[in-house]
């Protein structure tokens, strides 16, 4: 039986921008297993990580991040669930 890949992404908020060694560090993220894409946002201060959730769960992708310097503030929702309209009585 061959295991299926489950691709994840997950969003953080940062905060200071990464010093150069962050930077360096971020890159050896990159290549932990699993880990499948990263982009950087300067102009949102946003993170982007694509991952396998088979090899690898959020809270491991955020310490990564975390020992590599970087200073996440908050893990950003991907999508929001909308809202229903208000149903409107007709008389």
Do not use: C, W
Not at 29 to 56: F, I, N, P
Not at 63 to 89: H, K, S
Request: hydrophobic share 40%.
């Amino acid at each position: 039986m061959i295991e299926g890949m489950t691709q994840l992404d997950v969003l953080y908020r940062y905060g200071a921008p990464p010093t150069e060694a962050a930077t360096l560090a971020l890159a050896k993220v990159r290549e932990v297993y699993g880990v499948r894409r990263m982009e950087l946002d300067e102009t949102k201060k946003t993170v982007r990580v694509e991952y396998d959730a088979s090899r690898l769960n959020e809270p491991v992708i955020h310490q990564l991040l975390r020992r590599a310097g970087l200073d996440i503030v908050e893990n950003v929702p991907m999508f929001t669930v909308p809202v229903p309209e208000p149903v409107v009585a007709t008389t």
